[in-house]
């Protein structure tokens, strides 16, 4: 069954009262159109579940508001068939047309324009039937090719984009990556595709309407991409042979050279300050940019002049949480700006936006995260993606005349409501005095004993755990295990002073906050302190293994994925990989320590280094190809557990890199560390 395209329509006017946040919904909650289960027959999610891919992938508005595009892929056995739902915001149920795409995988769509719909596809065969693939030496290799479908708001008149270039086309893998929407110029797009000839990334201006490309500009040999203002390119992010190091270059409007503006590592273009770019402005040459002042606890939205690169005037900011981005229209208009919180919070700048958005909101109830994906021109249609921690999400329509809702698509309807976990957030007093937050996943299946528990600590570690859909944390509270997310002093979203309080406090602080969470939740009587685990990714891998050494007789079982274990070997590779004098370098220094004077506290709070004090098994799982935290780490790691005479299994990912894993990578983590930590319990 597809959850998709309700043409019934479920008012809100109750939630407009002023006393909107105690109203109950006049109409069932809209999660009542998923699936329901019989409680009594409750049975969790399994890890295929959980992996199976979404069957509504997108949604997209037209400009002006009267269509939307529903992209929906069903499975049977090995095929994938995909469609487009059309759908007339004005219309009933005789509006909705589906059009059949085929045995063919999709990705996305976007209205390029209002008559032309862009479908981003993995093609296996050509429009003729005939096999796709690449060219290798004069060698044909019939391999699936992305490429973007453009066709009418009909379902009519289909052309593939570059259709012009047929070398092009006989040579990229890949010619899927649009870059701007050209508003100005509604009949063509700019896209990027490397160019096998130059051996350069390539910016193309690309005809939706006849398929046919034009080339515009070609980047440096270290080019990755370009970020762009009504179709100019403003930024250019280079790299380095690694991959990395970015280089972020400017370049005004009527400009001719690019100018570097600085250096980091790839991963950290959002944790330094000045470089997470946000959206254009209307005016030329001038971005939204987020920032954070020298002294200054939370980040501002200011603007960033590519003439002179510098910071300007504040647009938009928060006392209290640090703003995550901000949702602007096709015309670059600022429309709200999101803050983080425990959940989705977005702050509509508009008034009377702003009390729409608080009535949506709060029909959806506290469970729910609403957030905006897409809005017409008048903005008087948008579409809400809606998830929550027991919703994968689904997509809503909201019309703002109407002040009524309507169902797009459910990504996933068989994962019911009542079969995922519960998650909620804990305010978790430190030794120190000091009150962090922490979320707590309890499973569906109610037991009146205490509960093994599975300390799941984040990665980064300047991010955050929030209440929202955790695809780790269902699949282990599908065991029957209480799942425990502290956000530990060091995390991202609670401002600079919150996240420098882990500054060269890995080893001690940080694990402290972790340990008193879990001293909090045994002290409620809901965990069984003797059957408790610690399991992290990237720096959770770190936590996890270090919380082993800290608490040897608390962890039956430890994982690590894909993390540090000698830290002085990590700032080694740091200041090989970045150079000594770069951004990235001096900030792994002043986050974990400075490896000539803070050597002996470095060595104290690396895990690898203190092996032997560790009791429970470990489990090691790390990709080959992990240029974040190499491979390395894992195996100084297993070496020093072996030496130690620990149990230890050490799994390694072939080709395998830091982050985005597919779905067999993700079964084979997932499954793994069930089945260790189910032998720790035991």
């Given amino acids: ?77 090995d095929k994938t068939n995909a469609l487009i739902i059309f759908y007339e915001t004005d219309g009933n149920e005789e509006s909705i047309k589906p059009v059949q795409l085929g045995e063919t995988v999709v990705d996305q769509v976007e209205w390029a324009n209002e008559e032309r719909l862009l479908i981003w596809v993995r093609m296996t065969k050509d429009p003729k039937g005939h096999a796709q693939g690449l060219y290798f030496y004069g060698e044909f290799i019939p391999i699936p090719v992305r490429r973007i479908l453009a066709i009418g708001a009909d379902g009519k008149d289909p052309v593939v984009l570059f259709n012009n270039q047929k070398g092009v086309m006989k040579r990229q893998f890949n010619l899927a990556n649009v870059v701007d929407r050209m508003n100005t110029d509604p009949k063509r797009i700019l896209m990027q595709i490397w160019d096998t000839v130059t051996e350069c990334e390539t910016l193309y201006l690309v005809d939706v309407y006849t398929g046919e490309a034009t080339q515009l500009e070609r980047g440096a040999p270290s080019t990755d991409g370009w970020y762009t203002q009504n179709g100019v390119p403003v930024i250019r992010y280079d790299s380095n042979a690694r991959g990395t190091v970015v280089s972020v270059m400017v370049r005004a409007p009527g400009e001719k050279a690019w100018k570097l503006y600085k250096k980091v590592r790839r991963n950290e273009l959002k944790k330094l300050s000045d470089l997470e770019f946000v959206a254009p402005t209307p ?122 809702l309507r169902l797009l698509g459910d990504k996933r309807p068989w994962l019911a409501q009542e079969r995922l976990a519960p998650m909620k957030a804990l305010p978790i007093k430190t030794r120190d005095g000091q009150t962090i937050t922490a979320y707590l996943t309890t499973p569906v299946i109610a037991s009146d004993k205490p509960r093994p528990m599975v300390v799941l600590p984040h990665g980064g570690p300047e ?46 602080l940080m694990q402290e906050d972790v340990e008193d969470a879990v001293a909090q939740v045994v002290a409620s009587g809901v965990a069984d302190p003797a059957r408790i685990a610690i399991c992290g990714i990237s720096y959770g891998g770190y936590a996890a293994l270090m919380g082993a050494v800290r608490r040897p007789d608390l962890y039956k079982a430890v994982v690590s994925i894909a993390g540090d274990a000698d830290l002085v070997e990590s700032l080694a590779f740091s200041k090989a990989e970045d150079g000594s004098d770069s951004d990235a370098y001096a900030y792994w220094c002043k986050t974990i320590g400075d490896p000539r004077a803070d050597k002996a506290m470095l060595i104290a709070a690396s895990p690898s280094e203190r092996a032997a004090e560790i009791k429970a098994p470990v489990l090691l799982i790390h990709g080959t190809e992990d240029t974040i935290v190499t491979p390395k780490q894992s195996r100084i790691m297993a070496k020093a557990l072996k030496t130690a005479g620990k149990p230890c299994e050490h799994v390694e990912m072939k080709g395998v890199g830091h982050r985005d894993w597919s779905d067999d990578n993700w079964k084979l983590v997932l499954t793994k560390s069930i089945e260790h930590i189910r032998k720790g319990f035991a």
């Fill in 1 to 77: 069954m597809i959850a998709a395209a309700s043409a019934t329509p479920i008012a809100i006017d109750h939630a407009f009262a002023a006393d909107a946040k105690g109203v109950e919904a006049k109409t069932e909650k809209p999660q009542t159109d998923r699936p329901k289960t019989d409680k009594a027959v409750v049975v969790p999610p399994s890890v295929d579940e959980l992996l199976r891919g979404a069957e509504v992938l997108d949604t997209a508005l037209s400009p002006n508001g009267s269509r939307v595009a529903i992209l929906v892929e069903q499975k049977k056995g």
């Fill in 283 to 404: 005016e030329p040459g001038v971005l939204l940019m987020l920032s954070t002042d020298e002294g200054a606890d939370m980040p501002a939205i200011r603007k960033f002049d590519t003439r002179s690169m510098t910071v300007g005037e504040v647009v938009a900011h928060d006392d209290k949480r640090p703003i995550q981005g901000m949702f602007v229209d096709e015309s670059y208009k600022a429309l709200s700006i999101s803050v983080s919180d425990d959940r989705s919070n977005h702050r509509f700048l508009d008034p009377k936006l702003a009390a729409h958005y608080k009535g949506v909101n709060a029909y959806f109830g506290d469970e729910c995260n609403v957030s905006p994906f897409d809005v017409s021109a008048d903005h008087k249609r948008f579409i809400f993606f809606v998830s929550g921690p027991r919703h994968p999400g689904a997509f809503w329509l909201y019309d703002v005349t109407r002040k009524d």
């Fill in 463 to 508: 991010v955050r755990d929030t209440l929202s859909f955790d695809l780790f944390a269902q699949a282990l509270a599908a065991q029957g295990w209480l799942v425990l997310q502290p956000n530990f002093r060091g995390s991202g979203g609670y401002g600079k002073a919150f996240a420098n309080a882990g500054r060269k406090r890995w080893g001690d």
